[in-house]
């Protein structure tokens, strides 16, 4: 039987990326994103003509700003397909320009903006997703280096991800799914602002790793990256 995935934030980037790779792998993956338009154009492309795709994209708007709006997400893939084996809480905003943010400039809308998506958005993701959840569900939350290495630039976006990985320690601790970080690296998304990086599609089998094959134990309250994906791999 293939997985159930569910990704938030799935239109663009690594949610893409990581969706594309869970199509190929044979999975039902349900998608979501803010913008309805990008979310149906997302599910039409990884389909393709339904000739070429192993598995089966499905997907709805929902902004996990919007505890309401996830709640129906996980309701609604749940009735689509049952118990959920993967979360990819990927959702997140940057709120400026990365690497030209300092701290001290940021506003407070801005703050708050990113708190309430990169940090209460995991929160809500999560807690929506849990009694749909399949028995040896896997939850996973993507972060980086700025979330505990000081690093110029990055405003309220590194604080939001310093949260957001606490919340996935949190629900580790309380939930019987595994939650864990997964850390790609530098990778050239519109929130790092970074073109000389990885492309997303060279790390999204590090999340499909990580989420079906990585020991469970390493990933509940953990946090994975590349030199643990490719020692177990290569």
């Known amino acids: 039987m293939e997985p159930t995935v569910a990704i938030t934030g799935a239109t663009s980037g690594i949610g893409r990326a990581v969706a594309r790779a869970f199509i190929d792998a044979g ?50 893939v749940g009735g689509e ?26 506003p407070y809308a801005d703050f708050d903006e990113a708190v309430r998506t990169n940090a209460r958005g995991v929160f809500a993701t999560v807690t929506e997703a849990v009694p749909h959840l399949a028995d040896d569900a896997r939850v996973i939350v993507p972060s980086g280096s700025v979330a505990h290495e000081p690093t110029a630039g ?13 919340v996935a320690r949190g629900f580790a601790a309380d939930v019987d799914a595994a939650v864990g970080v ?48 490719r020692t177990a791999t290569r």
């Open 27 to 76: 999975a039902f993956v349900a998608v979501s994103g803010r913008d309805r338009e990008a979310v149906d154009r997302t599910v039409t492309e990884l389909n393709g003509d339904g000739t070429d795709a192993a598995g089966t994209a499905w997907g709805t708007r929902a902004d996990v700003r919007d505890e309401r709006e996830l709640e129906r997400f996980f309701e609604r």
């Open 154 to 166: 990055m405003g309220a976006y590194a604080i939001s991800k310093a949260a957001a990985e606490a």
């Open 182 to 229: 997964v850390d790609p690296g530098l990778v050239a998304t519109d929130l790092t602002g970074v073109e000389r990086a990885r492309d997303p599609e060279e790390v999204a089998p590090l999340f499909v790793w990580a989420a079906t094959d990585a020991p469970a134990a390493d990933l509940d309250g953990g946090r994975l990256g590349l030199r643990e994906w």
């Open 81 to 106: 397909a049952g118990p959920i084996d993967v979360v990819f809480a990927n959702a997140a905003v940057f709120g400026g320009d990365p690497g030209d943010t300092p701290i001290d400039d940021v």
